[in-house]
C-alpha cells in the first residue's frame, strides 16, 4: 500500500530558513505548510493536523509559547526544534515542553529529512495505537443513511469513532425540504454526528459536477477513515449519481463500503456484515426523527427494519446485522471492528 506523504508544519521566523526548509521536505515527499507569523500556527495545526511541526526552540518562550499553543491543536504530532546552539539547560527545557528532538541550525537537507521522517513515522505509529477511525456516511436524501447503516454509525459512535453524515439534498420530493432538514438535524444529533446537508435538486443529482465536488470537499475537510454510501445496483438515480460520485472522491480512503436501500436491486451482493446487536434501538430511534415519512414510507416500519436486520444475521454474527458491498479494504482490522468480511458474496434469494 503506498503510505500518504507526511504532514509537516514549518514555523521558522527566518523566512530564508523556512523557505530552505519547505523545499527540502518537499523535494523528499512531504506535505509541507509554512507560517511567517507563529501567531497563526495553532490555527494551520488545527486545521492540518500535521504529523511534524518543526519550529524555532525559542518559541517555547516567547510569542505566547507558541509550540505548547500548537501541541494543544495537534497532540499527536512530533516536534522538531531548531537552536542556534545546543547545551543541558536547552535541551531538558525543550524536552519539558513536549519536544521530540533538538538539532543545531544551520541545519543540511539530508539531516533534517532524515529527522523528520524518524519523528513523523514515529507519530503516525502512536496515532495508529491510539486513534479512532473518522466515519462518513454519504446518502443522497435525508433518511438514506440512517436506513442503510444507522445501527452500524451507533456502533461506531460507542467505540468512540467521530461519525459524519454528509447528505446531498433536502429530500424536496419527498416531502417539504424544510421539514426535511429538521429531521436531518435532529437525527445527527441524536446520533452524535456532524451533518453537512446540502441543497442539490432532489431526483437530479448528477455523477459529476456539483455532486463530486460537495463529496470531494467534505472527503478533504475530515478525512475519513471509513466511507460508507448507496451501491452501484438501484433503481433510483439519485442514490446511482451519489454511489459513482463518492467512489470517486473516496478513492484514497482506505475502508469504502455500500450499504443497501430499500431500492436496491437483487445484484446487491454483501460482502462484508455488520454485526448490529445492542443498537438496533437506536437505528429504530434515528428512524423515528424522519416523522415525515414515516406515515407514507412501509420500509420505515420498525417490524420490517428488524426482520431485515434479523434476515442478513444468518450471514454475519449476532442477532441482528447490516450487510455492505465492500469497494475498498485497505485499512488495518481494527478500524472497522463491526464488520465481518466474506470471501464470496452470497446469491441473492427470493
Known amino acids: 500500500m503506498v503510505r500518504p506523504p507526511l504532514r509537516v508544519l514549518v514555523v521558522l521566523q527566518d523566512h530564508r ?56 491543536q495537534a497532540p499527536d504530532a512530533a516536534v522538531l526544534l531548531l537552536t542556534d546552539r545546543l547545551d543541558v539547560e536547552g535541551a531538558l527545557t525543550a524536552l519539558r515542553h513536549g519536544a521530540q528532538d533538538l538539532l543545531v541550525a544551520p541545519v543540511d537537507g539530508p539531516a533534517l529529512v532524515a529527522a523528520v521522517e524518524r519523528l513523523g513515522a514515529r507519530a503516525r505509529g502512536a496515532r495508529s495505537r491510539t486513534r479512532r477511525a473518522v466515519v462518513l456516511a454519504v446518502g443522497a436524501h435525508p433518511d438514506d443513511v440512517e436506513i442503510g447503516v444507522g445501527g452500524t454509525l451507533a456502533a461506531h459512535r460507542a467505540r468512540g469513532d467521530a461519525v459524519v453524515v454528509l447528505t446531498l439534498s433536502r429530500g424536496a420530493r419527498g416531502g417539504e425540504a424544510a421539514v426535511r432538514e429538521a429531521e436531518a438535524v435532529a437525527a ?30 467534505v472527503v478533504a ?34 475502508f469504502v463500503a455500500c450499504y443497501q436501500s430499500p431500492s436496491s436491486t437483487v445484484d446487491f451482493r454483501p460482502t462484508s456484515y455488520a454485526t448490529i446487536d445492542g443498537h438496533v434501538e437506536t437505528k429504530l430511534a434515528l428512524l423515528r426523527c424522519y416523522a415525515s415519512q414515516s406515515a407514507v414510507r412501509v420500509y420505515l416500519d420498525p417490524a420490517l427494519v428488524v426482520a431485515t436486520a434479523r434476515y442478513w444475521s444468518r450471514l454475519g454474527d449476532g442477532d441482528a446485522v447490516e450487510p455492505l458491498e465492500v469497494v475498498r479494504d485497505v485499512t488495518p482490522a481494527h478500524a472497522v471492528a463491526t464488520t465481518r468480511s466474506t470471501a464470496a458474496a452470497p446469491t441473492a434469494e427470493v
Open 17 to 72: 530558513a523556512a523557505g530552505h526548509a519547505a523545499q527540502v521536505l518537499r523535494g523528499a515527499g512531504a506535505d509541507v505548510v509554512t507560517v511567517a507569523d507563529p501567531a497563526h500556527a495553532p490555527t494551520a495545526a488545527a486545521a492540518g493536523d500535521p504529523d511534524v511541526v518543526v519550529a524555532d526552540a525559542d518559541l517555547l518562550t516567547r510569542a505566547g509559547r507558541v509550540v505548547e499553543t500548537v501541541r494543544t
Open 188 to 217: 445527527a444529533e441524536l446520533l452524535g454526528a456532524r451533518l453537512f446537508l446540502r441543497d442539490l435538486p432532489d431526483t437530479a443529482l448528477g455523477t459529476s459536477g456539483a455532486t463530486l465536488a460537495a463529496v470531494e470537499e
Open 221 to 254: 475537510e475530515v478525512r475519513p477513515d471509513v466511507v460508507y454510501t448507496h451501491g452501484a445496483h438501484d433503481r433510483h438515480q439519485d442514490h446511482r449519481a451519489v454511489h459513482e460520485a463518492t467512489v470517486v472522491a473516496a478513492r484514497r480512503v482506505p
